[in-house]
């Protein structure tokens, strides 16, 4: 008997301890993924200075229905981003971290969300390895650190996807529904979320989070004839919360501004998506490739997942209605967005948590079942990555230093990725028990978070150069943001983000100013400009600065060098 007890507790202390251990490495996961270095970089591309403007505004303002632009109405997205930066400036102050941490929030809401209904559904080990994996992606990890709309969309639109489960009985209940007008306790309060959130998924992007939760319940429903509970999500709650929550808005900035509807629901909605206007236009093809890199490092699993799940769905011609839910969710998003005239990266992020929670399940199912087969994809992915960083890291003396700095950040990333397959693909082909291949998935995750801890040297080498370099150069310079300049030729990123850092809508420079100009530019050299007859002289950046001028120029005779000792004013 003694040694009986003893043995029992020795099973439940190697139990607590197995998961203290799991749940320390999954917060340790969402928390390094999804919220540490959100201030690395500065503000990258023409959106995210332009979104942080705009919030920015609104905070010191005071105007939270009508997001402005250098002071003018702008109708290129909805509000609900700019109401979730300017809470943070307001509780944190006006950073790159505060700009991002919406889509940092949103992107924990949407795994945990999602984990909770992988975990109702499949069980703890797939909640486990959703937790895992998920947060992992490239794409969770680049759009949760955007100071952007994509990842507050993806996040809404995750949980009314969630809560829709809930509602059409995908989950099992003690009692369910039995009609369109009746819904028990434990459905109601999970048609409240559903509006709820569906309506804040269209306070974040605008109507087409409820033309992808359309699309995905109607083909779920075409498929599975099972339209009597997706009628359900047309019950009046779910109706009322979705109204209450998205309506206010919308009336109230439409009443302010009559062109409101005509800007955003005519030109950045419709024409966005049936004309090439915005020219972002790109091959039919786009999407295959973006998703494929949106899932590293474990774009291997996912390949292996999708043929190995075709494959037996085409042999046994079953699947369970959650797994035509799901497939509807990400196939629908894929589609609805390849038909789109306008196509950006960020446009199919909504369709990644569901093919993370296929993906999961897969894993734990499917793979395990074929663990040979799975484990020898994995290792060849392993070794594609491992030969394409040689190939990166192979020394090129026509490259300039920024360029082999990138060259050198890319292969190390490589290797981070094989190294993280490498556990996978051994857990899978070597490992003689579950215990032993849930470590081998464990140690997976330790290189990806190994790069966190090198950010700083992978920054310096993916981004040399970004507006806020440039402005802390500049400011250090004593350059009068007044008196500055830009010279054709900048990139619209840089532009707007030298905006947002300098506190002004920085002006072309027409080369006859009235007063001393501060002429920023990638190529234009005072040199030029005295052969022109022009006085001028450099100001002086730092090599954080490297390839970008600031010429002091003065058309109107008088002296071009700045007074006070040598500093400009």
Known sequence: MI????????????????????????????YVCYFSHLGAIGFVGPDEPRYAWIARDMMETGDWI???????????????????????????????????????????????????????????????????????????????HAAAPDMPFTGMLTIAMVAAAVVIGLVPQTTAPSSFVSLTSSTSSAAVLFGFSLGLAVLAKGPAAIILCGGTVFFWALFTKRWRDAFRLLHPTPLIAFCVTALPWYILCARRNPDFFHVFIIEHNFKRYLTPEFQHIQPFWFYIPILLIAFLPWTGAMIWTSVAGGTRV?????????????LSWSLFVMLFFTVSQSKLPGYILPAVPAF????????????????????????????????????????????????????MAVSFLL???????????????????????????????????????????????????????????????????????????????LRYGLNFYLGREVPDWDQNPDVDAYVVSGSLRCKQLQEQGVRCREVPLGSSASGWFVSHVTLNGSAAGPPDGGKPQ
């Not at 080990?125 to 490239?138: F, H, I, M, S």
């Not at 929670?357 to 594609?384: D, E, I, P, Q």
């Not at 857990?427 to 081998?440: I, K, N």
């Open 3 to 30: 040694d009986t007890a003893n043995q029992v507790s020795e099973k439940s202390w190697i139990s607590s301890a197995t998961r203290i251990g799991w749940g320390v490495l999954i917060l340790a996961t969402l």
């Open 66 to 144: 009508t997001p402005r632009l250098y002071g003018k109405p702008w109708f290129e997205k909805p509000v609900l981003y700019y109401w979730g930066a300017a809470l943070c400036f307001k509780l944190f102050g006006v950073s790159e971290a505060a700009a991002r941490l919406p889509s940092a929030v949103s992107a924990l809401l949407a795994t945990l969300a999602l984990s909770w209904l992988a975990l109702r559904l499949y069980g703890a080990e797939t909640a486990r390895w959703l937790l895992l994996l998920l947060p992992t992606t490239v794409g969770m990890i680049g759009f949760s």
């Open 314 to 326: 085409s042999q046994t011609k079953e699947l369970s209605p959650l797994s035509f839910f799901l």
């Open 356 to 407: 993370g929670l296929l993906l999961a399940s897969a894993s734990c199912s499917l793979a395990v079942k074929h663990r040979r087969s799975f484990g020898v994809a994995v290792a060849v992915f392993t070794l594609l990555c491992v030969g394409v960083s040689e190939f990166a890291a192979r020394p090129n003396p026509h490259l300039n230093a920024a360029s082999q700095s990138l060259q």
């Open 415 to 493: 290797i981070m990725i094989a190294l993280a397959n490498a556990f996978v693909a051994a857990g899978f082909l070597f490992a003689t028990t579950g215990w032993v291949r849930s470590l081998m998935i464990a140690l997976s995750v330790v290189p990806i978070l190994f790069i966190f801890l090198t950010a700083e040297e992978l920054v310096s080498g993916l981004v040399p150069l970004s507006s806020r370099d440039l402005a802390r150069q500049l400011l250090a310079q004593h350059v009068p943001a007044e008196h500055t300049f830009i010279y054709h030729g900048i990139s619209r990123g």
